[in-house]
């Protein structure tokens, strides 16, 4: 037989991909998966396709897009078939379909639309927070997708630092992701492997899980971040608290040192005092506010961090060991949530060359005993 007559009323590879909307690498793809036969193979890369290819390729498009099945799942129904409407409504609930509108956007033109750089939006794909597909400059962003980095655009705009948003929801994702495969597992060895088990009991059974479970999330969500918001607030008062009683020992360890003049200083840089007038609007900025302005106290302790961090104090000698003293104890006495440990460390080993220049090295081990001490009991 003629191959003109072997190939009639069929269509080649390039035909079939552009009567379905799909690329011929697509078509290619569902040939090798076995979700599409050819119906005449010609060579080792010549095939051809019923016409009937076009709807079933459709059909798994419109299952990948509006259902969201795997294309395991695609695969069996299409053998089987046939699909009762309670088993479709089965899958849904398993697979969580309905849940997205739309359609997947490139890369660039959902950040755009998120308000995000493309940088940014790299970063989210990389970070496993939104699902694409392809490459390059046909990746595109699944739905779902575009809505996390709307949420991310969102924080932007209320001034959350994009990368502050990268690691809360990579946070969030990984602990999510946990609980969400623990869950599953129980939920299957809990409720759906009864005998009274049946398509409909178990698509509404898992409906109601996953209705209470986003509830219970949000509420116990809500709850903790009120705890450790609290917690946090009580970290700020703590610290206040902390400084304040770490200004006599510092006064201490200085006129035992023998700096009578620095230990003066010392007793006068209060919150209230004159003395050092830089470097102790610094040290009690933000105690300040702390029970005023929770903003400003937020502010004033970060602007603390960023001055005692960088600041070498210099000067006359007196005025140096204070500043110096005032230095460490901030940064040693922080709370954690300002990451201070090592700035710390830093400040620490220059502070001890400090001392040996003005031959009093053991005034360092004195002072970080005493400063341990007042950070271990307030």
């Known amino acids: 037989m003629a191959k003109k007559e072997q190939t009639a009323g069929l269509m080649k ?3 079939l991909a552009k009567a379905a909307g799909v690329s011929v690498s697509t078509v290619k793809f ?4 076995g979700l599409i036969r050819a119906a005449l193979k010609t060579g080792r890369n010549m095939a051809y396709y019923d016409p009937g290819c076009v709807e079933t390729i459709q059909r ?38 309905g849940g997205e509108t739309g359609a997947p956007l490139p890369l660039g033109d959902a950040a755009h639309a998120a308000g995000l750089s493309h940088a940014q939006a790299v970063a989210l794909a990389e970070a496993g927070l939104i699902d694409t597909e392809g490459a390059g400059r046909r990746q595109t962003v699944s739905p779902s997708g575009q809505a996390v980095m709307a949420l991310v655009g969102r924080r932007l705009e209320a001034g959350i630092p994009f990368e502050q948003s990268l690691r809360a929801f990579a946070i969030y994702q ?11 597992d129980s939920f299957v060895a809990g409720a759906l492997m ?13 409906r109601v899980s996953d209705e209470t479970l986003d509830a219970f999330i949000d509420i116990r969500r809500r709850e903790m971040n009120r705890t450790y ?15 304040t009683a770490a200004l006599p020992a510092m006064e201490a360890a ?29 040290f009690w900025g933000f105690a300040r506010w702390a029970k005023g302005d929770i903003a400003r106290a937020i502010a004033e302790a970060l602007g603390g961090r960023q001055y005692f961090t960088e600041t070498r104090p210099a000067g006359e000698k007196a005025e140096t060991l204070v500043a110096w003293c005032m230095r460490v104890a901030w940064l040693t006495l922080a709370p954690e949530v300002l990451d201070c440990a090592g700035a710390a ?3 620490w080993e220059e502070f001890r060359a400090v001392l040996s220049r003005l031959g009093a090295p053991a005034l360092a081990d004195r002072l970080h005993k005493d400063l341990d001490g007042i950070g271990g009991t307030i």
């Open 60 to 97: 798994i498009r419109k299952l990948q897009r509006e259902r969201f099945y795997p294309l395991s799942v695609i695969k069996g129904l299409l053998e089987n078939g046939g699909v009762e409407a309670a088993e479709f409504d089965l899958l849904d609930a398993i697979h969580k379909s």
């Open 13 to 15: 590879v390039g035909e």
């Open 229 to 243: 918001g609290s917690h946090r607030l009580e970290d700020l008062d703590r610290f206040a608290r902390r400084l």
């Open 254 to 282: 200085l006129r035992e040192a023998g700096f009578p003049e620095a230990a003066a200083l010392c007793a006068d840089a209060g919150e209230q005092g004159a003395a050092l007038p830089r470097v102790t609007d610094r």
């Open 174 to 184: 990984e602990a999510l992701e946990r609980a969400a495969a623990a869950d599953v």
């Open 30 to 33: 569902y040939a090798k998966e």
């Open 194 to 206: 009864a005998r009274t088990f049946t398509a409909e009991t178990g698509a509404r059974m898992i």
């Open 345 to 347: 460390a830093a400040a």
